[in-house]
Nanobody
Framework: QVQLAESGGGSVQAGGSLRLSCSVSGETFSNTIAMAWFRQVPGKERDAIAAIDMYGVINYTPSLEGRFTISLDNAKNTLYLQMDGLKPEDTAMYYC???????????????WGQGTQVTVSS
């Protein structure tokens, strides 16, 4: 069983930056699970941002690569999402996800956090 807890969301003006964290507990972190970041706006589907598999291979949604950076700290059992150059359209609930199988950018991960809200004002 894997438990995920996101933090770091908040309100920021356009052009600003935030770093989201996802703390992982309940399972060995490195080399066993694949993880990803998604976001969702009410009434819309959950969209992928970036994913990192158990071999360290990273994939981004092309439109977000360059502004968003995924990384992990094995020692801290924490996944991060650095977000720069934020835009009002980045406003959403942000979720981290994990699974023992690499799901890439597909929303089929078994474990999900509760989400952290990011609001970007113009």
């Amino acid at each position: 069983q894997v438990q995920l807890a996101e933090s770091g969301g908040g309100s920021v003006q356009a052009g600003g930056s935030l770093r989201l964290s996802c703390s992982v507990s309940g399972e060995t972190f490195s080399n066993t699970i694949a993880m990803a970041w998604f976001r969702q706006v009410p009434g819309k589907e959950r969209d992928a941002i970036a994913a990192i598999d158990m071999y360290g291979v990273i994939n981004y949604t092309p439109s977000l690569e360059g502004r968003f950076t995924i990384s992990l700290d094995n020692a801290k059992n924490t996944l991060y999402l650095q977000m720069d150059g934020l835009k009002p359209e980045d406003t959403a609930m942000y979720y981290c996800a994990a699974d023992y199988i690499s799901r890439g950018l597909k929303p089929f991960y078994k474990y999900w956090g509760q989400g952290t809200q990011v609001t970007v004002s113009s």
